[in-house]
């Protein structure tokens, strides 16, 4: 069986292809044959050593969709050829691949498994955002950071369809373009203008309920500028690099705000909060108000020209691999 192996952190050439041997599923575990394998910036942090893996080599790669092959003991509700996605664990580069049965759930069979494979770290990240992290409601106003990008596409139409103003940030006329044909009311494109600015002449002074920032260093502390008082900022990600440590007295004198980074994982502690949340997700896309974008499919062996394009920000919203 094939799968991607790093072996030492680095650059996309540590990423290489080759033969490995995962034998056969314990108790609580599934073995599943994917089909489709998406791709993160997760993935990258975790190739760099900026996210410390469990060891080397590993296999990296966070969510996928495939058929299980073979179930574990103890594993109940789950049996071989039922269609399934996954999120959470790391090994999903390739072609098989052992995971907890914790973080598996049936994948509907309206949804194919590029769009399975695309959608569950990206749209439960979205979901755990909009509607536990903060709670979106209609009549809010929000900032989505990085508006064109996989999670930003899935958090626009989503808050859109709760009924929210939705403000998105870009960095290109291209992206400008694609944020407002997924959900945003109002778009920045932050390469040519202050986006603080732009917003609180949007909001009229008043400022968002909201923002949601994935981007990091490049953003902060501009966030928290486009912020009402008693605004929540959320941080979510650090493509840019991460946010410096700041002086928490900053919230009060922007505005006497919330300022949190909640991490996927442990909204998926519970088994009860997995199945949840993936039916919460899976009801907004079946029923068309959320469209997963699966812009580009690649082939895994070409796994590092994905991590370079998306590292160049390059890419709008997901990447699917192909095993």
């Known amino acids: 069986m094939k799968a991607i192996r790093v072996h030492r952190h680095g650059g996309p050439d540590v990423l290489t292809y080759e033969d490995v ?38 296999t990296p790669g966070n969510e996928g969709a495939g058929e299980i092959i073979a179930v574990g003991e103890g594993v109940s509700g789950f049996a071989p050829g039922d269609r399934v996605a996954y999120v959470e664990t790391l090994g999903a580069y390739a072609e098989e ?23 569950m770290l990206k749209g439960l990240t979205a979901q755990y955002l909009l509607r536990r992290t903060f709670r979106v409601e209609a009549g809010h106003t929000i900032l989505v950071h990085a508006a064109a990008g996989g999670v930003g596409l899935i958090l626009t139409q989503w808050a859109k369809h709760l009924g929210a103003t939705v403000i998105g940030t870009v960095g290109s006329p291209e992206k400008a373009e694609l944020a407002r044909a997924n959900g945003c009311d109002h778009v920045i494109d932050y390469s040519r203008e202050d986006f603080a600015a732009g917003v609180k002449q949007i909001t009229k002074g008043e400022g968002c309920h909201v923002v949601y920032d994935g981007v990091g260093k490049a953003t902060f502390p501009g966030s928290l500028d486009c ?97």
């Not at 914790?102 to 769009?115: C, G, K, M, N, S």
């Not at 493509?239 to 998926?268: E, R, Y």
């Not at 108000?289 to 499919?297: D, M, Y």
């Open 21 to 58: 041997d995962i034998g056969q599923p314990g108790p609580g575990e599934v073995r599943v044959r994917n089909r489709a394998v998406g791709l993160n910036f997760v993935d990258v942090y975790f190739r760099t050593g900026e996210y410390a893996p469990p060891a080397l080599p590993f």
């Open 227 to 323: 912020l009402r008082p008693f605004g929540t900022f959320v941080s979510y990600g650090t493509v840019s690099g991460s946010i410096p440590p700041f002086d928490i007295m900053l919230l009060m004198q922007k505005g006497s705000l919330f300022a949190t980074w909640q991490l996927l994982f442990h909204h998926l502690a519970s088994r009860e909060d997995v199945v949840a949340m993936s039916e919460d997700l899976f009801s907004v896309v079946l029923s068309g108000a959320v469209k997963i974008p699966v812009h580009t499919s690649m082939p895994l062996a070409e796994v590092a020209e994905a991590h370079r394009r998306l590292q160049a920000r390059q890419t709008t919203g997901a990447t699917v691999l192909i095993p």
């Open 97 to 119: 691949r052992i995971v907890p049965a914790h973080f598996v759930v049936h994948l509907p069979d309206a949804i194919d498994f590029e769009t399975g494979a695309a959608m």
